[in-house]
């Protein structure tokens, strides 16, 4: 797969395209902020949006929704937990003031180890519940999009309704840090000394889950 990390947004939150080499095809993760300026990196790579899929539906990882699919006929994909999120009332008006618009509802329903595939690339779904109930990374040739459930030397905040800090060190220890140490996490927020990180560095430093 081929990747491009995108900072942008008044929020710091990095949306991901990703690119299958063979066809072409790209999915987005989080598209935050301004269609425009993501859909500009993907004609860059020559590439096609197919998919959009939402770590979670908290409004600041979905406000470019909507101007996304509008522009590109992508289909939409969430956890099933999360999906009244993306057309919440109070969702909309946050996108809004983000200066995006209220998301469509989902096109696909994800459950934990469904495999999403983006030609002949393939993205693992886990449910990593905590910081929302819904909340999912995704796990493809030795990368981790971790949403806000991982952060570098972090983990997503869990004040949120449906949010719980003993699930969520219960899943980053039992589900994310079982993987094999370098595996790559590519986080959902730039809130970390680099943008970037490995499940190796995470298990043996981060100060929320020693």
Request: glycine share 14%; aromatic share 6%; net charge negative.
């Amino acid at each position: 797969m081929i990747i491009r990390q995108i900072l942008g947004g008044s929020m710091g939150v990095f949306c991901y395209v990703i690119q299958d080499p063979v066809t072409k095809n790209c999915a987005l993760i989080d598209p935050a902020f301004d269609a425009s300026t993501i859909l500009g990196q993907v004609d860059e790579m020559g590439g096609k949006v197919t998919h959009v899929i939402n770590t979670h539906g908290h409004f600041d990882h979905i406000c470019g929704n909507a101007g996304i699919i509008s522009a590109t006929g992508a289909r939409l994909y969430i956890h099933k937990q999360d999906a009244k999120m993306l057309t919440s009332l109070f969702g909309g008006l946050a996108c809004r003031m983000l200066g995006g618009r209220k998301s469509p509802p989902a096109d696909v329903l994800l459950e934990d180890g469904d495999r999403i595939s983006i030609g002949e690339t393939q993205l693992e779904v886990m449910h990593t519940p905590g910081h929302s109930p819904g909340g999912i990374c995704l796990l493809g040739e030795g990368r981790l999009f971790s949403g806000d459930t991982l952060f570098a030397g972090s983990i997503g905040a869990t004040w949120f309704p449906g949010a719980s800090l003993k699930v969520l060190v219960k899943n980053i220890k039992e589900r994310l840090y079982v993987l094999p140490e370098e595996t790559v996490v590519l986080p959902g927020h730039d809130y970390g000394p680099e943008p970037a990180t490995t499940i190796g560095r995470e298990k043996a430093s981060n100060p929320f889950t020693r």
